[in-house]
């Protein structure tokens, strides 16, 4: 029998550069110089690259039939935090968005939400680091917990042997790993403070 998450391995090696460079701005809020403020305009952004992701694969033909999106779903998350930050839900609502259209195929859509998941998978430690450093923001990271524990474990599992069954063709496996790099490169962007606008997650005031 075939050892499953050959995909998801090889997505992990072939991808590793890009998620450095993913983390670096949550690693960078959780350091030593980060600051509430900067954390703020983080989950900010993280809400703009997140949901209109999730609406993307969830218009996607046959996506959500394949993989629990549902349990996947962290942009709420992101808002409750920012609201918890004294952020009004009208601000949230005004937040800048990036633009992610639904996919025209499985590979395509996977390579993204891999590139998302993986993203995910230092946030409990990301929290930790940022409630010890931040105490008062112990109330206002449910974005970055949602992503621990056995449940995320099984998620991601979950998320490999999906792959593997989405990629049975090598060009398919190639066309999820291209896109995979496609949506870090836009990630990276996005998560990059030179391009915050000065509004991002404003506090009120």
Do not use: K
Not at 107 to 121: I, M, N, Q, V
Not at 159 to 171: F, N, Q
Not at 179 to 192: G, K, P, Q, S
């Amino acid at each position: 029998m075939r050892a499953s998450l050959d995909l998801l391995n090889r997505l992990d090696a072939e991808t590793a550069t890009a998620q450095r460079n993913a983390n670096a701005p949550w690693l960078a809020a959780a350091g030593t110089d980060g600051s509430v403020p900067t954390y703020m305009r983080l989950v900010g952004r993280a809400y703009g690259f997140q949901a209109p992701l999730e609406a993307a694969l969830a218009y996607t033909p046959i996506v959500p039939a394949l993989v629990d999106l549902r349990a996947r779903s962290r942009s709420g998350l992101a808002a409750q935090d920012l609201m918890a930050l004294g952020i009004t839900a009208t601000q949230v609502a005004t937040l800048d968005e990036s633009i992610i259209v639904p996919f025209g195929n499985l590979a395509d859509a996977f390579g993204w939400l891999y590139a998302s998941e993986r993203a995910t998978r230092i946030h409990a430690r990301i929290r930790d680091e940022l409630v010890t450093r931040h105490p008062q923001l112990h109330g206002a990271t449910a974005y970055l917990a949602a992503c621990g524990g056995s449940a995320a474990d099984h998620r991601w599992r979950e998320l490999g042997i999906t792959l593997d069954r989405v990629a049975r063709a090598p060009r398919v496996a190639d066309q999820i790993v291209d896109a995979a790099h496609d949506a870090y490169r836009a990630l990276v962007d996005w998560l990059t403070p030179r391009t915050w606008p000065a509004s991002c997650a404003a506090p009120r005031g």
